[in-house]
């Protein structure tokens, strides 16, 4: 089965085929990272034509390398949410379009399922069942995962998300869009212990996360002033050690939570360095497994897509309910993970 996945939620927009057989065939990417940095964060409407602009040309390109022709598709999958509503519009009604045109089946796929299942396509992808740590701009979940579709949330963040704690530290530091690599970028010439952050919940029982207390207190530090260059980076490397200890450290409690032995960690803050070396240090220490996606694939792009798109439509030709060929489509701009089957 060869899909086409399509996805449009925010500031990227990514093409891909995905086979069942062969595995990720092709994909095509591209970021507005830099049309948004004037703005010093994400213009809704100007995301939208931009989308509208690229999806086309990004799709001529997967199917070129994927060495396919649009009528070798067996199905299109998109991104159904959540997200922004024009930008997931325009994905939906290309794909929804294309799946109409061709005859074939079509998919709305959750944009947080194509995040969670993107370690699986690493070259030793984990065996389900396993705790999955979901942490990016919008989102930081705990989630026990027994099958597709079968998600139970155990722990979600109360205010803040992780990404948005990265995003909103770097304004206050003064860097530039997108901040959470930039704030990296800075610690890396930070020196340890220079500062000291707070972290939030992180003795608290259950499995929450808030991380709108950290960015009060990087806040307050930076008008108490912050003097050289050298402490602005060591204030960086402290709100990025302050960050990944409490996500360690309750990925960690999630697993003796649930019982499994595996750990996936995926979304847009996967990708952090320090938080990739706690967890593998607590890995080797503890006796559990931990995957991460290709670095390629922390981010929002379309191989995600179409790969939880195939595994649906796998699964429902599998029971002889495959959907009929798309006559409409919706988007959902708010849509919790746990409200999936």
């Given at each position: 089965?060869?899909?086409?996945?399509?996805?449009?939620?925010?500031?990227?927009?990514?093409?891909?085929?995905?086979?069942?057989?062969?595995?990720?065939?092709?994909?095509?990417?591209?970021?507005?990272?830099?049309?948004?940095?004037?703005?010093?964060?994400?213009?809704?409407?100007?995301?939208?034509?931009?989308?509208?602009?690229?999806?086309?040309?990004?799709?001529?390109?997967?199917?070129?390398d994927?060495?396919?022709?649009?009528?070798?598709?067996?199905?299109?999958?998109?991104?159904?949410?959540?997200?922004?509503?024009?930008?997931?519009?325009?994905?939906?009604?290309?794909?929804?379009?294309?799946?109409?045109?061709?005859?074939?089946?079509?998919?709305?796929?959750?944009?947080?399922?194509?995040?969670?299942?993107?370690?699986?396509?690493?070259?030793?992808?984990?065996?389900?069942?396993?705790?999955?740590l979901?942490?990016?701009?919008?989102?930081?979940?705990?989630?026990?995962?027994?099958?597709?579709?079968?998600?139970?949330?155990?722990?979600?963040?109360?205010?803040?998300?992780?990404?948005?704690?990265?995003?909103?530290?770097?304004k206050?530091?003064?860097?530039?869009?997108?901040?959470?690599?930039?704030?990296?970028r800075?610690?890396?010439?930070?020196?340890?212990a220079?500062?000291?952050?707070?972290?939030?919940?992180?003795?608290?029982?259950?499995?929450?996360?808030s991380?709108?207390?950290?960015?009060?207190?990087?806040?307050?530090?930076?008008?108490?002033?912050?003097?050289?260059?050298?402490?602005?980076?060591?204030?960086?490397?402290?709100?990025?050690?302050?960050?990944?200890?409490?996500?360690?450290?309750?990925?960690?409690?999630?697993?003796?939570?649930?019982?499994?032995?595996?750990?996936?960690?995926?979304g847009?803050?996967?990708?952090?360095?320090?938080?990739r070396?706690?967890?593998g240090?607590?890995?080797?220490?503890?006796?559990?497994?931990?995957?991460?996606?290709?670095?390629?694939?922390c981010?929002?792009?379309?191989?995600?897509?179409?790969?939880?798109?195939?595994?649906?439509?796998?699964?429902?030709?599998?029971?002889?309910?495959?959907?009929?060929?798309?006559?409409?489509?919706?988007?959902?701009?708010?849509?919790?993970?746990?409200?999936l089957?």
């Amino acid at each position: 089965m060869r899909i086409l996945g399509i996805e449009s939620s925010c500031d990227e927009t990514g093409l891909a085929v995905y086979c069942t057989e062969r595995g990720l065939l092709g994909q095509a990417l591209h970021s507005q990272v830099d049309m948004h940095e004037r703005y010093g964060g994400v213009v809704p409407e100007l995301a939208s034509r931009d989308h509208v602009r690229r999806v086309v040309p990004l799709a001529r390109q997967a199917l070129a390398d994927s060495g396919l022709t649009i009528a070798d598709l067996d199905g299109i999958a998109w991104t159904e949410g959540p997200g922004l509503a024009g930008a997931l519009l325009v994905g939906a009604a290309v794909g929804a379009s294309l799946a109409w045109a061709l005859g074939r089946p079509g998919i709305g796929v959750h944009h947080l399922e194509g995040h969670l299942l993107s370690p699986l396509l690493a070259d030793d992808p984990p065996p389900m069942p396993f705790t999955a740590l979901l942490v990016s701009g919008g989102h930081t979940q705990l989630l026990a995962v027994e099958g597709l579709g079968r998600y139970r949330l155990l722990g979600d963040t109360l205010d803040d998300a992780a990404g948005e704690a990265f995003d909103k530290s770097a304004k206050l530091l003064g860097l530039g869009y997108p901040g959470g690599p930039a704030l990296s970028r800075l610690a890396a010439q930070g020196t340890p212990a220079r500062f000291r952050l707070p972290r939030p919940m992180l003795n608290d029982p259950g499995l929450d996360f808030s991380f709108s207390g950290l960015k009060t207190a990087v806040r307050t530090q930076v008008a108490r002033g912050i003097g050289s260059e050298s402490d602005r980076a060591s204030l960086a490397l402290e709100v990025e050690s302050a960050i990944t200890e409490v996500l360690a450290v309750k990925a960690v409690r999630a697993l003796h939570d649930s019982g499994h032995r595996r750990l996936v960690v995926a979304g847009g803050v996967s990708a952090n360095r320090q938080l990739r070396e706690r967890l593998g240090q607590a890995a080797q220490r503890e006796g559990f497994g931990v995957w991460f996606p290709p670095p390629a694939l922390c981010t929002d792009n379309g191989a995600m897509i179409a790969f939880a798109g195939a595994l649906r439509l796998q699964a429902l030709a599998r029971l002889g309910q495959l959907p009929a060929v798309p006559c409409g489509f919706t988007v959902k701009p708010r849509w919790p993970l746990h409200e999936l089957e």
